[in-house]
T-cell receptor, first 116, second 113 residues
Framework: NAGVMQNPRHLVRRRGQEARLRCSPMKGHSHVYWYRQLPEEGLKFMVYLQKENIIDESGMPKERFSAEFPKEGPSILRIQQVVRGDSAAYFC??????????????FGPGTRLTVL | AQSVTQLGSHVSVSEGALVLLRCNYSSSVPPYLFWYVQYPNQGLQLLLKYTSAATLVKGINGFEAEFKKSETSFHLTKPSAHMSDAAEYFCAVSANTGNQFYFGTGTSLTVIP
């Protein structure tokens, strides 16, 4: 049973370009979460999605960031017009359908974004 | 609202010594608590979780944690440190009011041979 898959593992962009980060949850998981980890800091929640729905985006910056989890295919975190401050590790996690907040979240290996 | 405080961003122990990593939480509702470990350039791996069953929780790799409601703590321990335990450890809390996890800032564990 494959774990949470993220690609690319490393992404380099110049200021003003777009970054697209992909996440495929574990088989049977319909909940996806995106977190950002800045250097020397813990993970900060960004967004929680279920298939075709954004459930909680309270941690997403209001501009330039968007996320989707379509009916088919991976979840995408999109950052438009990247700036140096967007450089971070972005982690995706997934959890099973039932159980709610007591469920552990399974984390992918992360995408390390570097903005030049 | 939920939050987590991890005291000590860096902890060093000798190989074979006791490991104690501290975690205190704040939650307005009964919490679910988790400890994750992160090795360099990797994702997070679950060590153990507390979901309101037994207050002493045993996890993988010989780690355990005790939920103490009166102290709002969930400290992680291991009787004897091994070199392979060197990593970053994160405590996290979630609650029925939402599915997001709130993470502490992490504790970097160094094991000295």
């Amino acid at each position: 049973n494959a774990g949470v898959m993220q690609n690319p593992r490393h992404l380099v962009r110049r200021r003003g370009q777009e970054a697209r980060l992909r996440c495929s949850p574990m088989k049977g998981h319909s909940h996806v979460y995106w977190y950002r980890q800045l250097p020397e800091e813990g993970l900060k929640f960004m967004v929680y999605l279920q298939k075709e729905n954004i459930i909680d985006e309270s941690g997403m910056p209001k501009e330039r960031f968007s996320a989707e989890f379509p009916k088919e295919g991976p979840s995408i975190l999109r950052i438009q017009q990247v700036v140096r401050g967007d450089s971070a590790a972005y982690f995706c996690a997934s959890s099973p359908t039932s159980g709610g907040a007591r469920n552990e979240q399974f984390f992918g290996p992360g995408t390390r974004l570097t903005v030049l | 609202a939920q939050s987590v405080t991890q005291l000590g961003s860096h902890v060093s122990v000798s190989e074979g010594a006791l490991v104690l990593l501290r975690c205190n939480y704040s939650s307005s509702v009964p919490p679910y608590l988790f400890w994750y470990v992160q090795y360099p350039n990797q994702g997070l791996q679950l060590l153990l979780k507390y979901t309101s069953a037994a207050t002493l929780v045993k996890g993988i790799n010989g780690f355990e944690a005790e939920f103490k409601k009166s102290e709002t703590s969930f400290h992680l321990t291991k009787p004897s440190a091994h070199m392979s335990d060197a990593a970053e450890y994160f405590c996290a809390v979630s609650a029925n009011t939402g599915n997001q996890f709130y993470f502490g800032t992490g504790t970097s564990l160094t094991v000295i041979p």
